[in-house]
């Protein structure tokens, strides 16, 4: 098989399911191979560049010149993983087991490259492939590092290392999702719609500290279980994520208080190419292709 060749199944076995790019395959090339095929190609030429590929250090310098401002988003999401019997034989056994797939977008403000890392790995490795993505986005010595994530601890965390010094800003839909549950309960005498629009407006003002002493005054009562205290809920997220809530400082900076760059990547690398019905992975940490 030629290397052209090979390089088309690869690409289109990443981009979509094998069934699929088989049909790509014949749509562009003119003629066909078996899923089955283009699924052993697909895979070895992934371990052949994950083989080739040197392990993600910390980055230990930074150079002098590069972008003013970057955004950095990190996110993540669980995947079915199949471990294959003993045997080798999947059909006979499948060993289910998920793991999170996390996936890292850097922009330079002002530009439109997008600079992506993603792997299935522990926290660590995900926070060396967050900066590698960031660096290649033009992190210089004096970049302000702009970032946002959702409320997944580990991802703060991960800023906070990676990052040191740096902004990090909670995004502003995922808060907003709390605030609608609260508002069936603390809008006393106006719209719940009206309600969550003041406490929005309120948050993009600076004035986070009055959206969470409005929620706590409103908390429902020690008695009543988590899965009934909406308002509850949303005091816990807002008030152990206090520092992460300056958005008036964001938008002065011209940053953004949402994490459409990252949720766009999700949708499109996770959701749709690893997430489809059915679907399962193999480990190639712990498989051989056959």
């Keep these: 098989m030629s290397g052209r060749l090979r390089g088309a199944l690869y690409d289109f076995g990443l981009e979509d399911s094998f069934r699929r790019a088989n049909f790509c395959l014949q749509l562009h090339y003119g003629f066909s191979l078996s ?11 992934a371990q052949t560049e994950r083989t080739g590929q040197r392990e993600r250090e910390p980055v230990s310098s930074l150079p002098s010149k590069g972008a003013d401002a970057i955004v950095s988003q990190c996110d993540g999401s669980m995947v079915r993983i199949v471990h294959t019997a003993e045997n080798g034989d999947a059909r006979k056994k499948r060993d289910l087991d998920w793991k999170e797939a996390r996936i890292c977008a850097a922009r330079a403000s002002g530009t439109d490259s997008s600079y992506y890392e993603g792997l299935i790995g522990d ?3 995900v926070g060396h492939a967050w900066a590698h993505a960031t660096l290649r986005a033009g992190w210089a010595s004096h970049t302000l590092i702009h970032c946002m994530g959702d409320g997944a601890s580990w991802i703060a965390q991960q800023a906070a290392l990676q990052f ?7 995004d502003l839909y995922h808060v907003c999702e709390y605030l609608a549950e609260a508002s069936e309960v603390c809008a006393l005498k106006e719209s719940p719609q009206r309600w969550q629009k003041r406490q929005r407006t309120k948050l993009l003002k600076g004035k986070a500290s009055q959206v969470i002493a409005e929620l706590e005054e409103k908390s429902e009562g020690a008695e009543v279980p988590d899965e009934h205290s909406p308002v509850r809920l949303a005091y816990r997220y807002l008030n152990n994520r206090k520092e992460q809530l300056d958005y008036l400082k964001a938008l002065e900076n011209k ?13 499109q690398i996770i959701q749709q190419r690893l997430k489809g019905p059915g679907m399962a992975w193999l ?8």
Aim: neutral net charge; glycine residues 8%; hydrophobic residues 35%.
């Design 35 to 45: 899923a089955e095929r283009i699924r052993k190609v697909t895979l070895n030429q």
């Design 123 to 125: 926290v660590h490795e």
């Design 164 to 170: 040191p010094g740096s902004s990090f800003l909670l």
């Design 283 to 290: 480990d190639l940490q712990q498989t051989q292709v056959p």
């Design 255 to 267: 940053l953004p208080v949402g994490t459409g760059m990252i949720e766009s990547a999700h949708k």
